[in-house]
């Protein structure tokens, strides 16, 4: 590695980002940056350093506003450059931004749910070497052996220019650049991303009471023998239907009776709002699934297990086949699935609101460990 006493200069890239994914990210990818900025400029000492974001109480701020706070937060600790990873989505003209370089203020944005759910450390990697060429002045190109060399006497001379604070007239030529997707797969990715933070399989685990009366639920139905009686006689179509019934049962259940369904303020935050809300409502479905898919397994393989073919001939009246025994865990899970939408009730309003975007611990988490 390039040492600081061989080069010109050292130049500090500062990584910002609230506790949660986006701060595991800015961990994970500051290790690797220093040797890839260097490829961009290799007579200069990069440094990265990760801090914590800002505790922020509005959870919908704008571009301006989030890039004056990273600029103060810059000035504060005296970096080069900074580049705030967020987990809030941002939009320019109605269309999602992944990303958003300033030359003119030296910080970026990178909205880490844009990136969708797959190779996020390596897009992460990827997109704050193109906001550093924005910082830079530079517009993200890739050409011949003469552009590269255009592009590195371009960023050399920016990099020049760090050690003093760039002029009025300097940085309004400069510009701002915004990586900017399609709207349509844009706004795809960036839920996918959303949901993918929101972590929904660890959902379930941390509603404690909800699944306690699910499998208690479970384990009874899995005992009675009214309800061995009940999916005997049950169609198959009409087991589907109230597997459906249970699970949107469970998701209103949570939404409502915890808040979790927001209502724009004003125009300006309208369509982050949608965003959170589907975000909550995806999230919420693939966790009742997976709570749902875990009964039912649970259920057919304790029937199979624990009810003796004689006992069930002698309460049903014909030997349990296969068929047999998949109803009666279909039937135990969904009306499981249904007890635990009246656990729900009784779980704290904290650890349900885990599952809506718009309550996620940045700026609380972070607050409280400033009181500490």
Same mark, same amino acid.
């Given at each position: ?34 040797? %890839? ?5 290799? =007579? ?16 919908? *701020? ?12 810059? %000035? ?25 370089? @300033? ?68 940085? =309004? %030529? ?56 009940? &999916?005997?006689?049950?169609?198959? *179509? ?26 724009? @303020? ?26 749902? &898919? @875990? ?40 009306? &499981? ?11 704290? =309003? ?18 409280? =460990?400033?009181?500490?």
């Amino acid at each position: 590695m390039t040492s600081e006493r061989d080069c010109d200069h050292v130049v500090v890239l500062g990584l910002l980002a609230p506790r949660g994914m986006p701060r595991e990210l800015a961990e994970q990818i500051a290790e690797k940056l220093p040797g %890839q900025l260097a490829n961009q400029a290799d =007579d200069v000492n990069w440094q990265v350093r990760v801090a914590a974001a800002e505790a922020r109480g509005d959870t919908t *701020p704008t571009i301006e506003a989030l890039k004056q706070a990273v600029r103060r937060r810059m %000035q504060h600790e005296g970096w080069h450059l900074a580049v705030a990873l967020t987990d809030l989505p941002l939009w320019a003209n109605r269309r999602p931004v992944t990303a958003h370089a @300033s030359a003119m203020y030296r910080v970026g944005l990178l909205c880490v749910p844009a990136l969708g759910a797959r190779s996020i450390p390596r897009r992460a990697t990827h997109a704050v070497l193109n906001l550093v060429d924005g910082l830079l002045g530079e517009e993200v190109r890739r050409g011949t052996k003469a552009g590269k060399t255009g592009r590195a006497h371009r960023i050399r001379r920016r990099l020049d220019e760090l050690g003093s604070p760039l002029g009025r007239s300097r940085a =309004d %030529q400069d510009g701002t650049i915004a990586f900017v997707g399609a709207t349509l797969r844009g706004n795809a990715r960036l839920l996918v991303g959303m949901v993918h933070a929101n972590r929904p399989a660890r959902l379930i685990a941390r509603l404690s009471s909800a699944l306690a009366v699910a499998l208690g639920t479970a384990a009874y139905a899995m005992t009675s023998s009214s309800i061995w009686m009940l &999916a005997h006689g049950m169609a198959w *179509p009409r087991l589907a239907l109230l597997t459906a019934a249970s699970i949107i049962t469970l998701c209103v259940v949570l939404v409502l009776a915890h808040g979790l369904w927001e209502r724009p @303020s004003s125009q300006h935050d309208r369509e982050a709002v949608i965003l959170f809300n589907l975000a909550t409502s995806t999230t919420l479905g693939l966790a009742v699934l997976t709570l749902y &898919a @875990s009964l039912l397994v649970l259920s057919v393989v304790a029937g199979a297990t624990l009810i003796a073919p004689s006992v069930y001939h002698a309460n049903i009246g014909q030997a349990p086949a296969l068929a047999d025994y998949l109803k009666l865990g279909w039937l135990a899970a969904t009306i &499981a699935t249904l007890a635990g939408a009246l656990g729900s009730l009784i779980e704290s =309003d904290q650890s349900v609101r885990e599952a809506a975007y718009r309550h996620h611990p940045d700026a609380r988490t972070e607050s409280n =460990d400033n009181e500490r």
